[in-house]
């Protein structure tokens, strides 16, 4: 199912098209406002016109159209957003972002590449941008070209990243700073120390939003991105995610680990449009049955 997000706008007299956008998007940079003409976003009276200089007439009808947002029934998540350039899902718990070479397992990766060749009927290419624990759940962006990949990468320090989490215990203060020093241990699993070599600075902010009774769930904003940077900063609290046993929580508690990424705001890498996608919390996130929580 595909959804059309248009504005359009009339000329009221004879201009250029870039300075008639210009106008109507004061906020927008004119590098910003060429790309989005040469890439096709805006039609003049019903036809696409990627010339910046071409001259619009009294009374001709100019419109931008946004990316479009795909749903497809058959992929075995949501598909939060695609276009030509990129691809954001809504990843389950318990899939790997990426399996390991000459695996036959199934992976986001794996699954979302065989969806794409479906709908193309083509070999399509697909690039890892980051990556979600097997047991997170949340919003997974990939690029469908090695340059869009890069570009996203170099930049990916300035997009915004918000995490939830149930964790263990109620916390003390009502948000907070997570800072500390992270390295790969024994059995792939991360630690805190001091500042050495190896070791990679991580940040975290948080903040809580709501009290369930033995437990809370809170927000969480990467500052920095490190390897398991938010459940190993939230072990050092004395707060681990709910079922995450790696790092200290209850083992009674063995299903998923209560941890989904919500939130991300990035820069479109070919229009320098920013772009919000949100992920509501899985079904069941916030409760805890015994009875239910192992794997069957």
Known sequence: MMSNNSEKFTAENESALLDFLA??????????????????????????VKNPAFVLRQGDEVSYKRHTVVVRAYAPFRIVFEDDHMIVIDKPAGMLTYGEKGSSGSSAYKELKEYL?????????????????????????????????????????????KYRAMVEGILNTKSGVARSWLSDGPEFKVHSGREREGAKFAETSWQVLKILEKHTLIELQLVTGRKNQIRVQLSDMGHPVVGDRKYGADAKWERRIRLH???????????????????????????LNLEHEKYK
């Open 117 to 161: 060749s479906a709908a193309s009927k083509s070999r399509s290419e697909l690039f890892v941008v980051h990556r979600l624990d097997r047991e997170v759940s949340g919003l997974l962006l990939f690029a469908k070209t090695e340059e869009v990949q890069e570009k996203l990468k170099e930049n990916w320090h300035d997009f915004t990243k």
């Open 261 to 287: 990424g919500c939130y991300l705001r990035i820069r479109h890498p070919k229009t320098d449009e920013w772009l919000e996608f949100h992920s509501e919390l899985p079904r069941g996130f916030l409760i």
């Open 23 to 48: 106008t109507h998007y004061p906020q927008s940079s004119k590098t910003s406002l060429k790309k989005m003409i040469t890439h096709g976003s805006i039609g003049v009276n019903g036809k696409t």
